[in-house]
């Protein structure tokens, strides 16, 4: 019996070759989005999930609670030493402190520099604990040992290439320099980190480093946030006495005054990825994983719908089969077994177009993202998590997928479709149909306006004003740890013909960094009730950026003891004061210190379009300058860069020089919206196709369904508008109550996601309507030529039986 439903099964594959291809390229195009998005969904959620006794491992962080709650990803220095000495039910507790703006060089034995490398991000300082809290693998020294010393340092193996080009064992004893100030030895080295963690260090410095480069009483300060704090419960010990034991050492180690600005909280370390400093947010990930789920069934929906519109082209065969004594258990186990053949290959397709598409979401993801390194792999598919997920997912399609047109092939009456009467001609079966196609139509529609939303948001920001002059502007970050001899970097590259003027300040008008300051305001002695973004400028930095003054002057080289600010409008308008004049040499206590208001600048944009304009303070404050701003003649920028890098070179040997145009650091503001948009548009195309695809079903349908009708009506003299009325009517009024439909939720789920901009577009009538129209072509082009071509056939063709 087995083998007679395998030769049925296969003849009936191959005598419908282009329908059931049709069919097998839809599902196997559903199942590839699928499973693209199970690989990265599920990648997302592998990140530090290796890590040992990851049940009782916790992550400590802080927020700062002034005019709003700051979560932040950080701790106090001292906060993981008091614990691992004081509280018993701490196993191990562990510090570290991520690298930014710091220079690593390879020495050459002759007073200069083999190699040097500007690092940040994948070096940290910290403690012998970090190798007993996460999983790291040995090959060279002692974990328990190599980072006890100060100026000690672990090496990965591919750091250990990057810098000595060399294997493990002789890198141990090498020399490595520190921001040229302290020689660090090399005392082991580690297994390169997985893709899949946020801990993605491939150098470690002992953290005793840190009190001999910065003084005895660095590690002493409970006020800065600069570590991350990880903690190990022993076995059985209750997680809540880590909570109720932080605010303890809030009150003890904090002063008074200070006690209810700082909140220390509790995570597990499995959320390390998921919050405060996570790529992955877990919202969009359960969106990803919704859409997913929608592809898959859309691509079901479209294989019933197909399913069903051949079932009037086997009405006979089941007649026959059934007369011949056949059981409608054997005619939906027939049917199943053909359904499971087609959803097999679909799968096998599947498979093969999801590792085509994987080397392109891993690039786009490790481009989009910044520290993230996908090795996504089909063969990840067949761990054994994840094998049970997609053997489900295989059983599930099948089941979906086949049972339904099964059903519906097997009650047929053996007297009606042996007797050439219509089969399947019930409203109750166009009704389920009719609303799978709905759903398709709902699905579609939703997209499309979410793909017109999205693309209108981010043209809409990128053409936001700034308030600022930002082209040709180059940025260039200055050492972080040694002091930067500003006057002569500035006399050399002003005697480049393609640099117009140089300005010294800690960011750009427009920051990533943009932390609020508490300050006070003339004569009160408490802080305002709201905080303030700091920017230390320089005298030449309202001209570089043509940032214009309303009220007063800009403040003066002169000033050497930084005394001289200049605050926008928005500082005043919050202050309450009304004219902007009265506030000229009134005093502003900020950043610890007694300062004067000089002059009021006009508003400009500080961060990203999340926010409204902020309070904005400029302090006169030439060495807390982080970075060199450039205005560049546009002629022959690329000769200007290389000189500037020339002296650069000359003046500082021991730094590595990096340099970014503005607008390039200004568009990083919306690369998550323009990963979305992507993403979004990529999954819009698959869902548009899936939809026709079901048009397409249901164009078959209906036209197999009224042929003998359309026949008729021609020999009755009906005209062929008359005729394309008749077919094209039913998807005119899906497509009309989709709309209602898609309307109704797509704009409630994206002006919902809108509210997160100060600066937003709204979900209009123009947007609503270009919905509809691209949905109504999308349908006219799909189901016109099946119908024009059933409206013109021969009437003879369909009524020779009769």
Same mark, same amino acid.
């Given at each position: 019996?087995?083998?007679?439903?395998?030769?049925?099964?296969?003849?009936?594959?191959?005598?419908?070759?282009?329908?059931?291809?049709?069919?097998?390229?839809?599902?196997?195009?559903?199942?590839?989005?699928?499973?693209?998005?199970?690989?990265?969904?599920?990648?997302?959620?592998? +990140?530090?999930?290796?890590?040992?006794?990851?049940?009782?491992?916790?992550?400590?962080?802080?927020?700062?609670?002034?005019?709003?709650?700051?979560?932040?990803?950080?701790?106090?220095?001292?906060?993981?030493?008091?614990?691992?000495?004081?509280?018993?039910?701490?196993?191990?507790?562990?510090?570290?402190?991520?690298?930014?703006?710091?220079?690593?060089?390879?020495?050459?034995?002759?007073?200069?520099?083999?190699?040097?490398?500007?690092?940040?991000?994948?070096?940290?300082?910290?403690?012998?604990?970090?190798?007993?809290?996460?999983?790291?693998?040995?090959?060279?020294?002692?974990?328990?040992?190599?980072?006890?010393?100060?100026?000690?340092?672990?090496?990965?193996?591919?750091?250990?290439?990057?810098?000595?080009?060399?294997?493990?064992?002789?890198?141990?004893?090498?020399?490595?320099?520190?921001?040229?100030?302290?020689?660090?030895?090399?005392?082991?080295?580690?297994?390169?980190?997985?893709?899949?963690?946020?801990?993605?260090?491939?150098?470690?410095?002992?953290?005793?480093?840190?009190?001999?480069?910065?003084?005895?009483?660095?590690?002493?300060?409970?006020?800065?946030?600069?570590?991350?704090?990880?903690?190990?419960?022993?076995?059985?010990?209750?997680?809540?006495?880590?909570?109720?034991?932080?605010?303890?050492?809030?009150?003890?180690?904090?002063?008074?005054?200070?006690?209810?600005?700082?909140?220390?909280?509790?995570?597990?370390?499995?959320?390390?990825?998921?919050?405060?400093?996570?790529?992955?947010?877990?919202?969009?990930?359960?969106?990803?994983?919704?859409?997913?789920?929608?592809?898959?069934?859309?691509?079901?929906?479209?294989?019933?719908?197909?399913?069903?519109?051949?079932?009037?082209?086997?009405?006979?065969?089941?007649?026959?089969?059934?007369?011949?004594?056949?059981?409608?258990?054997?005619?939906?186990?027939?049917?199943?077994?053909?359904?499971?053949?087609?959803?097999?290959?679909?799968?096998?397709?599947?498979?093969?177009?999801?590792?085509?598409?994987?080397?392109?979401?891993?690039?786009?993801?490790?481009?989009?993202?910044?520290?993230?390194?996908?090795?996504?792999?089909?063969?990840?598919?067949?761990?054994?998590?994840?094998?049970?997920?997609?053997?489900?997912?295989?059983?599930?399609?099948?089941?979906?997928?086949?049972?339904?047109?099964?059903?519906?092939?097997?009650?047929?009456?053996?007297?009606?479709?042996?007797?050439?009467?219509?089969?399947?001609?019930?409203?109750?079966?166009?009704?389920?149909?009719?609303?799978?196609?709905?759903?398709?139509?709902?699905?579609?529609? *939703?997209?499309?306006?979410?793909?017109?939303?999205?693309?209108?948001?981010?043209?809409?920001?990128?053409?936001?004003?700034?308030?600022?002059?930002?082209?040709?502007?180059?940025?260039?970050?200055?050492?972080?740890?040694?002091?930067?001899?500003?006057?002569?970097?500035?006399?050399?590259?002003?005697?480049?013909?393609?640099?117009?003027?140089?300005?010294?300040?800690?960011?750009?008008?427009?920051?990533?960094?943009?932390?609020?300051?508490?300050?006070?305001?003339?004569?009160?002695?408490?802080?305002?009730?709201?905080?303030?973004?700091?920017?230390?400028?320089?005298?030449?930095?309202?001209?570089?950026?043509?940032?214009?003054?309303?009220?007063?002057?800009?403040?003066?080289?002169?000033?050497?003891?930084?005394?001289?600010?200049?605050?926008?409008?928005?500082?005043?308008?919050?202050?309450?004061?009304?004219?902007?004049?009265?506030?000229?040499?009134?005093?502003?206590?900020?950043?610890?210190?007694?300062?004067?208001?000089?002059?009021?600048?006009?508003?400009?944009?500080?961060?990203?379009?999340?926010?409204?304009?902020?309070?904005?303070?400029?302090?006169?404050?030439?060495?807390?300058?982080?970075?060199?701003?450039?205005?560049?003649?546009?002629?022959?920028?690329?000769?200007?860069?290389?000189?500037?890098?020339?002296?650069?070179?000359?003046?500082?040997?021991?730094?590595?020089?990096?340099?970014?145009?503005?607008?390039?650091?200004?568009?990083?503001?919306?690369?998550?919206?323009?990963?979305?948009?992507?993403?979004?548009?990529?999954?819009?195309?698959?869902?548009?196709?899936?939809?026709?695809?079901?048009?397409?079903?249901?164009?078959?349908?209906?036209?197999?369904?009224?042929?003998?009708?359309?026949?008729?009506?021609?020999?009755?003299?009906?005209?062929?508008?008359?005729?394309?009325?008749?077919?094209?009517?039913?998807?005119?009024?899906?497509?009309?109550?989709? +709309?209602?439909?898609?309307?109704?939720?797509?704009?409630?789920?994206?002006?919902?996601?809108?509210?997160?901009?100060?600066?937003?577009?709204?979900?209009?009538?123009?947007?609503?309507?270009?919905?509809?129209?691209?949905?109504?072509?999308?349908?006219?082009?799909?189901?016109?030529?099946?119908? *024009?071509?059933?409206?013109?056939?021969?009437?003879?063709?369909?009524?020779?039986?009769?």
């Amino acid at each position: 019996m087995i083998v007679h439903y395998l030769r049925v099964a296969k003849r009936h594959l191959f005598h419908y070759w282009h329908v059931n291809l049709i069919s097998l390229l839809g599902l196997a195009v559903a199942l590839m989005s699928g499973l693209v998005i199970f690989l990265v969904v599920n990648y997302m959620f592998s +990140f530090d999930r290796y890590h040992p006794h990851l049940d009782r491992s916790y992550w400590i962080v802080t927020d700062i609670k002034r005019e709003k709650t700051m979560p932040t990803d950080a701790a106090p220095r001292p906060l993981a030493d008091v614990l691992r000495r004081e509280y018993a039910f701490v196993e191990s507790a562990v510090r570290l402190e991520t690298f930014y703006g710091r220079t690593l060089s390879v020495p050459d034995g002759k007073g200069g520099w083999e190699k040097k490398f500007a690092e940040a991000r994948t070096v940290c300082f910290t403690e012998p604990q970090y190798f007993e809290l996460f999983g790291v693998d040995w090959i060279a020294g002692n974990p328990k040992t190599a980072l006890k010393a100060p100026n000690t340092i672990v090496l990965s193996e591919r750091y250990v290439r990057k810098y000595f080009d060399t294997t493990a064992t002789a890198a141990m004893g090498r020399t490595i320099r520190l921001d040229n100030q302290a020689n660090l030895v090399v005392t082991g080295v580690v297994k390169d980190p997985p893709p899949n963690t946020q801990l993605r260090y491939d150098a470690f410095v002992s953290y005793a480093t840190i009190p001999v480069q910065e003084g005895p009483k660095a590690l002493d300060d409970w006020q800065g946030l600069q570590a991350m704090c990880f903690v190990r419960l022993r076995e059985g010990a209750d997680p809540g006495l880590l909570v109720k034991t932080l605010p303890v050492i809030r009150q003890k180690y904090l002063p008074a005054e200070e006690v209810a600005q700082y909140d220390y909280q509790v995570l597990p370390l499995a959320e390390l990825n998921h919050e405060r400093s996570g790529t992955a947010p877990r919202p969009i990930l359960y969106a990803l994983v919704g859409i997913g789920v929608l592809l898959v069934m859309a691509g079901c929906v479209n294989f019933i719908n197909l399913a069903t519109a051949r079932a009037l082209k086997r009405a006979r065969e089941i007649g026959v089969r059934k007369v011949m004594g056949s059981t409608r258990w054997q005619l939906i186990g027939q049917f199943m077994l053909e359904t499971s053949l087609l959803v097999i290959l679909s799968m096998v397709v599947a498979l093969l177009l999801t590792q085509l598409s994987l080397p392109l979401v891993n690039q786009t993801l490790a481009t989009q993202i910044e520290m993230l390194r996908p090795e996504l792999s089909i063969l990840d598919v067949f761990q054994p998590q994840a094998l049970g997920w997609f053997i489900g997912l295989l059983i599930g399609v099948v089941i979906l997928a086949g049972l339904y047109p099964a059903l519906v092939l097997a009650r047929f009456s053996p007297a009606k479709v042996l007797s050439v009467q219509p089969a399947g001609r019930k409203r109750k079966g166009m009704t389920v149909r009719q609303a799978l196609i709905l759903g398709q139509f709902v699905l579609m529609q *939703v997209f499309i306006l979410s793909v017109l939303v999205m693309t209108t948001q981010l043209r809409h920001m990128q053409q936001v004003e700034w308030g600022f002059r930002l082209d040709s502007t180059l940025v260039v970050f200055l050492p972080q740890h040694q002091a930067t001899a500003f006057a002569p970097l500035r006399d050399q590259w002003m005697r480049i013909p393609g640099v117009e003027q140089v300005a010294f300040g800690s960011d750009p008008p427009a920051s990533a960094y943009n932390r609020p300051s508490p300050f006070s305001y003339h004569t009160a002695t408490q802080p305002e009730p709201f905080e303030t973004r700091v920017r230390a400028i320089d005298e030449n930095y309202l001209s570089l950026f043509g940032l214009s003054l309303i009220a007063g002057r800009n403040v003066r080289a002169a000033d050497t003891s930084g005394r001289e600010v200049l605050v926008n409008e928005m500082m005043v308008k919050q202050l309450g004061i009304s004219s902007v004049g009265s506030i000229i040499g009134k005093s502003l206590r900020v950043k610890d210190a007694e300062r004067v208001i000089v002059g009021v600048v006009r508003n400009f944009r500080s961060g990203d379009l999340h926010q409204p304009i902020s309070p904005i303070t400029l302090i006169h404050d030439v060495p807390h300058s982080r970075v060199a701003m450039l205005r560049l003649r546009t002629a022959d920028k690329s000769q200007t860069i290389k000189a500037i890098q020339q002296v650069w070179d000359k003046l500082l040997p021991d730094q590595v020089y990096h340099g970014d145009d503005l607008p390039d650091l200004i568009s990083s503001f919306t690369a998550t919206e323009r990963l979305l948009s992507g993403l979004v548009q990529g999954f819009a195309l698959i869902a548009i196709g899936l939809s026709i695809l079901g048009l397409y079903g249901m164009v078959t349908f209906l036209t197999e369904l009224k042929a003998k009708e359309i026949g008729v009506r021609r020999i009755l003299g009906a005209q062929t508008t008359q005729l394309l009325w008749l077919l094209g009517r039913e998807f005119g009024k899906l497509l009309g109550l989709g +709309f209602l439909v898609a309307a109704s939720i797509g704009a409630w789920l994206l002006s919902g996601w809108l509210q997160q901009y100060t600066y937003r577009i709204s979900v209009s009538g123009w947007l609503l309507g270009g919905t509809l129209v691209s949905a109504a072509l999308i349908t006219a082009l799909t189901v016109s030529r099946q119908v *024009v071509k059933a409206v013109r056939s021969n009437p003879v063709h369909y009524l020779k039986s009769e």
